[in-house]
């Protein structure tokens, strides 16, 4: 099996075996190939996981911020040096194209522990407040073990956004990766331990929907950051607060994009088609519900069909490949029944719509999809898909489009497209999302905070925002005098 690691695990700084796990089958989803067989973890691994994770948390904790930023620096270097083989085992993984892999996934990994292993020495800083002749401090301490579960959609960058700032904060990282998407997380580990990180201090451990509650209740466990979607958000933070534990909650999401009719047209269709097509539309942000202005549909639809008709779907491991399959045949089946719920509740179809003719055998390859003339009670516009199917709607008017955006549970993200600057403002101001894009969509920098609003979440990603998710203040009064007591 091409892909198959040293074990299951890696706990304490090296690769474990429980074979009494329940089978994992990785599965390269361009041709339906088992790729690795691993397990999922016992409670024993949890337990054993969990235990490392707390007693390497004391000895991490004690060392400085500049120390521990050092380790995430180098770190960084390793996954750079090792971009192309990292790239190559993501593409396995997800079936994600390596033209993508190799720019967007262990590359952004690697800026989260460059930015994290920068910004510690100055970010963990804590204040001096004074009280007259008393005073007193406040320091950031970190929260102690925290756990990180992932979704399949960017399995590496996942596990390195949550593992940068739980470690630049002095905490320790049980993560579990998703179950589809086992083998990015293992190497991680693996690349901490050789820029030296403390033994224990980052463990992988596999399993499905059955072991991640193992890990939420643990009592041993400090907080909880969940990447998923919102009816495992759900299950995850109730149980996380049965025992008040912190959680940080990345959803899914139904986002608005919205181009008015003063746009640049081709950006607009740019910004779209990145917002709905890569990763084969498997990402959390996109700008699912596009709203383009009823002046300018005809010329949009026209321009977006005949760009996403060259779109070249094909082979992940060729370069010249833009759109591999969806992550496994579940996923596959998933986005084909919405697309035909889209065709029976009179949707227009513009492009797409089913299996690509030209890829054979097992591969989980659908077609890019456009709906046009989708109406905002359709099913397609309402739920979340994850696969590469854009709705296109029409507007006329700035308060309407705004009100029918925000008509929704979700609010992860939203976009504008449009050359007024004075609109531009006032429609994201309105939006209610946790990340807006003006003229560009779906760009998530290190340097910015990323996440969601009403059910896509809580909590912010990245930025030195992040680090308040990993850490708690702890204030220390100062009395410089005697007590003065009435009795
Ligand atoms: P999922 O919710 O099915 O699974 C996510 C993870 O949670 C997996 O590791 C799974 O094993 C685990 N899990 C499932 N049930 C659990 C439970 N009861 N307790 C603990 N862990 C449990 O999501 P998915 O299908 O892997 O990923 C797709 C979803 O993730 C989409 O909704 C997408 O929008 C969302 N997502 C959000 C972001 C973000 O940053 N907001 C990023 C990527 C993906």
């Known amino acids: ?66 120390a521990r930023g050092r380790v995430l620096k180098r770190a960084a270097e390793i996954m750079r040096e090792r ?25 952004s990994g690697a800026d989260a522990f460059e930015f994290f292993g920068g910004i510690a020495p100055t970010a963990l800083n804590g204040s001096h407040i004074p009280l007259g002749s008393d005073w007193a401090y406040t320091k950031r301490v970190p929260l102690g073990v925290c756990v990180g579960i992932g979704a399949w959609n960017y399995p590496q960058q996942i596990a390195c956004w949550k593992g940068a700032p739980a470690l630049a904060s002095g905490n320790a990282m049980v993560f579990k990766p998703s179950e589809n998407t086992p083998l990015g997380a293992l190497k991680i580990a693996e690349i901490l331990i050789e820029a030296g990180l403390p033994k224990g201090v980052y463990n992988v451990i596999q399993g499905d929907r059955a072991t991640g509650p193992l890990l939420v209740e643990h009592p041993d466990v400090a907080k909880v950051s969940l990447t998923g979607s919102v009816p495992t ?45 890569y990763s084969t539309g498997q990402v959390c942000s996109n700008g699912t519900r596009v709203f383009v202005h009823k002046r300018i549909r005809k010329e949009f639809l026209g321009r977006l069909k005949a760009r996403t008709e ?12 833009q759109m591999g399959p969806l992550v496994s045949r579940a996923q596959l089946d998933k986005v084909l029944a919405y697309i035909d719920k889209g065709k029976a509740e009179g949707a227009t179809l513009i492009t797409g719509g089913g299996i690509p ?53 979700f609010g992860l993200s939203g976009g504008v497209f449009t050359a007024d600057l ?19 969509f779906n760009l998530c920098p290190v340097e910015i905070p990323f996440g969601g609003s009403k059910q896509s979440g809580f909590g912010r990603e990245n930025s030195a925002a992040a680090l308040e998710h990993y850490t708690e203040l702890k204030t220390v009064y100062i009395g410089m005098g005697p007590v003065e007591a009435p009795y």
């Open 1 to 66: 099996m091409r892909a198959q690691p040293k074990a299951s695990h890696f706990i304490d700084g090296e690769y474990v075996e429980d074979d009494a796990g329940t089978v994992i089958e990785s599965i390269y989803p361009a041709t339906g190939e088992v790729i690795a067989r691993l397990h999922a973890a016992t409670p024993a691994i949890v337990d054993k996981a969990i235990a490392s994770a707390k007693r390497a948390q004391v000895e991490w904790a004690a060392m400085s911020p500049m």
């Open 233 to 277: 958000g759900r299950k995850v933070a109730a149980a996380a607060a049965g025992h008040l534990k912190h959680v940080t909650m990345e959803l899914g999401g139904k986002s608005p994009l919205i181009v008015f009719d003063d746009a640049d047209i081709d950006s607009a269709i740019g910004g779209a088609m990145l917002g709905n097509f």
């Open 83 to 107: 971009n192309r083989e990292l790239s190559e085992l993501e593409t396995l993984d997800t079936g994600k194209p390596i033209q993508e892999t190799i720019v967007a996934d262990p590359t």
């Open 310 to 321: 060259k779109i070249v779907i094909g082979d992940p491991m060729d370069e010249a490949t």
């Open 422 to 440: 004075a609109r531009a403002h006032r429609v994201v101001d309105r939006l209610e999302a946790g990340t807006l894009w003006v003229n560009t």
């Open 357 to 409: 003719n030209d890829v054979s055998g097992d591969g989980c390859y659908v077609q890019p999809t456009v709906f046009a003339d989708v109406t905002d009670g359709m099913t397609i516009a309402r739920e979340e898909i994850f696969g590469p199917v854009m709705c296109v709607l029409d507007f006329d008017d700035e308060a309407e489009v705004i009100a029918r955006a925000n008509a929704t549970e």
